[in-house]
């Protein structure tokens, strides 16, 4: 085995999905299996709001979920906007097998992973559906901008919402292959048909074996507007450890809306071939969990710009 086998995902909800993964990594799986294992953990968590079943609805009241997947060899899939699946990783890791395409949205998406032998099920949990409610009796049904910003700012901030909080998980294998993968339920009370970074190949994953992969969690625009995950990567692929290309990724949103970021929250998490890991955040309170031959369960707090 060498040293470097390892997997790392975003927020403490990672360090159970890393334990899933690693029972694949661990055994010299690779590293695709353990990431589509991995996050299967969050998506299956009623408790967590943000991710997979159990997450919270758009202001419509319907559970829509975005995920992707990607291999060291620039393979990858996605689905956006799919509803009653519960595993969307697992449709985004078919689109990329048994379909010429990677983007798989809608209607569309819920077709074909109804093809493909998934399961439809309703999604929205009873106390999610009670959070809607509660939600509704406050907010405006159409949001105005001011107060999508109100509800950024409360992303993985102390004592914060925590109500969109996105599973991001890169994993190195034996083998030195690498992977990742992303799944949310994306903005809870988002306009319904909203895409956020997570399913969008290079905004809120991207893997390339000649240098690394990097994820996102955080307010999905920010992320898409400055091909975030990609940005990470090629920063690598000039030389930038992990935690430095993370940062300067971060600081470019930053610079390009020095307002707003004071209220926003986005988070890049990083990996090298080498397996040496980084990350950084806008805010305050983004940690990543950290699974590899030494220790299975570490939580590490994340370095940010406030
Ligand atoms: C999104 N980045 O849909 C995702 C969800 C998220 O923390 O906020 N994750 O914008």
Known sequence: KTPNVRVVSTWDFGIAANQAAWAILGKGGHALD???TGVQVPESDLKNHSVGKGGYP??????TLDASIMDADGNCGAVAALEYIEHPISV??????????VLLVGDGALQFALEQGFRKENLLTPEAEKAWHE???TAHYQPSINSEVHDYGRIGMPGGAHNHDTIGMLALDAQGRLAGACTTSGMAWKLHGRVGDSPIIGAGLYVDGEVGGATSTGVGEEVIRNAGSFLVVELMRQGRSPHEACREAVMRIVKKRPEASKTLQVGFLAMNRAGEVGAYAIQHGFSYAVCDAHKQDALIPSQSVY
């Open 34 to 36: 353990a990431v589509e």
């Open 58 to 63: 758009d202001r419509d009241g319907r559970v």
């Open 92 to 101: 985004a890791r078919r689109v990329m097998e048994r379909t010429p395409h």
């Open 135 to 137: 939600w509704q009796k």
